[in-house]
């Protein structure tokens, strides 16, 4: 499993100068946690938004807010750091490593539908994450998960 999401998060891995839509910086809508290899967390949010996420990497798919819904502070170990979303609504994960490099994923969660994305030797640092949607203008609930295992 850990091969096929870092095969697809590392397909739509991009570099990018400026983003446009996403304001790195701001408050996070749905908080913050700092965590070390191996710790984690879970959080509940409302996913999407009205910013498409193809106008700053045009290989993605989805809908997100401005500014992200949630931000790790993370400190690098031997255990991979792993984003996983789930809602009923189909969702997408951005995020927005701590170099400045950008990641999407769409479907390679646990179930096929869901988002997910293993990050093997993440470096330390901060990692600010999107929850988005496929479709503009709709806000499911939804459950985004740090760890450090996919099978969880």
Known sequence: MFRILLAASTLQLGVVASADAQEIGI???Y?????????QHTVQLKAGGSENVARLLPNCVGFVAE???FVVQYTSGEAPLVFL???EADTTLLV???DGKWACDDNSGL????????IYF???GQYDVWVGT???GVTPDATLRITDSAAD
């Open 67 to 69: 500014g992200p819904d």
């Open 111 to 118: 179930n096929g539908r869901d988002p997910g994305m293993v």
């Open 31 to 39: 908080g913050s946690v700092s965590l070390a290899a191996g710790e």
């Open 27 to 29: 408050p996070p809508a």
């Open 96 to 98: 927005n490593f701590p």
């Open 134 to 136: 496929r479709q503009a």
């Open 85 to 87: 979303a789930h809602s």
């Open 122 to 124: 993440a470096p330390s």
